[in-house]
């Protein structure tokens, strides 16, 4: 067992003198993988923040409950009260006839036109806002489908804010994210299997000659694999510093605009368990690329 | 120690290299593979390494049946043959005491032990005190021995050279056969693949002549 460990670790010191000994190509491929695995990080980050910040406005939803002219205020209040007990309902404000005009006629201006009106034309208005945990858009739909068929509503409409298009342009975000994500890692497996595959054919010789002297290609797999790994890890180090570059850049003016909002709001960099996921996914994709290469061109070259 | 029966090896483009060839060379024995270049010397040292597979025929080397022997196996088998190539076949980025280590450390043999033994096989091909060169700075002769050392160090049962003296002047080459007679006196069972007769006269060791793939005198076989 000892023995075993002190190979490896004898391997992967000459993996790391190898890539030491091409700093300009083990430069270019770590630089191309810590781009390529920072792009998702930063989108990650985004999405990570921008759902912290969204969490902070409360819901922003509510549905106009648009009452029949004939309905009267006893009426109408009694039927608030009957939904405030709804478990959906979280709170509901009655706007008066008498009220909605006064608005009216100040935001308007129409002031003296609707004097001259006979009568009043505006409906008696109830503001719903619903518990913060049905607001989704299933049980929305829910609620106002049971509202429209009470028979004092003219008409009920949902006001979906912009809180809510934000949640749903996040969870957009967060599907490209995802994919984007495939996309790049195989990206960082082509990367990684052409560098390896250059390192094969420069060696090719040192291999068929370790092959007739009875090398397993497990043996013979094994630098190549460090080699990878290496570079995985190395590209993920450098994936982590751009982030904290970026984070770094982009704090002060985030905090300016934060602030003008009067929120407490702090951009929040990488924690160091999504670090360490970066660096697993770096050495993961490295050993896989080199896995894939070493083991494709073995096969293809004499003696076997 | 090798045993052919009827082995044929016909290459993919249809080329017959090796025509239902049968001999035998027992343990410890020495003998020489003669013939002109394409009759199939190297095919044959090919087979017995397994570089090549036999299309026909039973091949049975150090009591294993290579026909039989499954592909994982292969790397194993080979460290029970030694074997020396025509070109060397060194690392030149490593130095000779590196080359010659380097079956020791395919095999997983300790760090202390490897030293010793490398030290004791180049000791064998007289170049103790030269294994932190450059295979590059050595002459031909010398980077021959190196390849013997290679090739002896894991103290193989048995040898293969496939034109070990090709590219050195007369004494030179009369010096490596010597040393191959060596290690057969020793106990290790070799074959030499050469062109060049006066080796055969001067050791007085059995032939195996090979013309267009077939075996045409077998001195080596007993009964």
Redo the contacts between chains.
């Keep these: 067992m000892r023995?075993?460990l002190?190979?490896h670790a004898q391997v992967l010191l000459s993996s790391i003198g190898q890539l030491a000994r091409m700093p300009g190509s083990t430069l270019m491929s770590v630089g191309v993988i810590g781009i390529t695995l920072a792009l998702p990080g930063l989108l990650y980050l985004l999405v990570a923040n921008a759902e912290r910040v969204s969490s902070e406005w409360h819901g922003g939803t509510h549905v106009s409950l648009f009452l029949r002219a004939g309905v009267t205020a006893e009426q109408a209040q009694s039927l608030a009260t009957a939904l405030v007990d709804r478990a959906d309902v979280n709170q509901v404000r009655i706007v008066s006839s008498e009220q909605a005009l006064a608005e009216f006629k100040e935001l308007s201006g129409f002031g003296d036109a609707l004097d001259a009106l006979p009568a009043n034309p505006l409906p008696t208005l109830l503001v719903i806002i619903p518990e913060p945990r049905y607001e989704q858009p299933e049980l929305l739909e829910q609620l106002l489908v049971e509202l429209r068929s009470l028979t004092a509503v003219e008409l009920a409409q949902l006001d979906m804010e912009w809180v809510q298009r934000f949640h749903v342009i996040l969870k957009l975000i967060r599907r490209a994210l995802i994919v984007l994500s495939v996309l790049l890692a195989l990206a960082v497996l082509l990367i990684v299997s052409n560098t390896i595959r250059l390192a094969i054919l420069n060696r090719r010789?040192?291999i068929?000659?370790?092959?007739?002297?009875?090398?397993?290609?497990r043996?013979i797999r094994r630098p190549f694999l460090y080699n990878g790994m290496l570079q995985g890890l190395l590209g993920a180090w450098m994936a982590i510093v751009l982030i904290a570059l970026c984070v770094h850049l982009l704090r002060p003016p985030i905090q300016v605009l934060a602030n003008l909002y009067g929120s407490a709001f702090r951009v929040a960099g990488l924690s160091l368990p999504e670090s360490l996921i970066i660096v697993a996914i770096g050495v993961g994709l490295g050993w896989l690329a080199s896995r894939w290469s070493v083991g494709r061109h073995l096969r293809a070259m004499?003696?076997? | 120690m090798i045993r052919f029966s009827q082995v044929s090896k016909r290459y993919p483009n249809g080329h017959e290299a090796l025509r239902r060839i049968s001999f035998t060379l027992e343990r410890q024995h020495m003998a020489f593979l003669v013939g002109h270049s394409g009759a199939g010397k190297s095919t044959l040292l090919k087979l017995i390494t397994l570089v090549e597979r036999s299309t026909h025929g039973q091949i049975v080397v150090n009591s294993r049946n290579l026909v039989k022997l499954p592909h994982r196996q292969i790397p194993y088998f080979r460290r029970e043959v030694g074997v020396i190539f025509q070109d060397h076949k060194l690392l030149h980025d490593r130095t000779v005491f590196d080359n010659v280590a380097l079956p020791l450390v395919v095999s997983g043999v300790g760090h202390r032990e490897t030293g010793r033994r490398v030290r004791a096989a180049l000791d064998k091909v007289g170049l103790l005190g030269k294994e932190r060169l450059y295979p590059i700075t050595l002459s031909g002769g010398e980077q021959q021995r190196v390849g013997i050392a290679r090739a002896v160090v894991n103290r193989p049962p048995l040898l293969l050279a496939d034109e070990p003296t090709g590219n050195l002047d007369a004494q030179l080459s009369d010096e490596i056969m010597d040393l191959f007679h060596q290690f057969n006196q020793y106990g290790v069972t070799v074959i030499i693949a050469t062109h060049e007769r006066r080796h055969i006269q001067r050791l007085n060791k059995p032939v195996l002549e090979l013309k267009d793939g077939r075996l045409v005198h077998d001195g080596a076989s007993i009964g």
Excluded: S
Excluded at chain 1, 208 to 217: K, N, V
């Design positions: 023995a075993y002190l190979r010789e040192e068929e000659i370790i092959r007739l002297i009875g090398g397993t290609d043996f004499q003696p076997t």
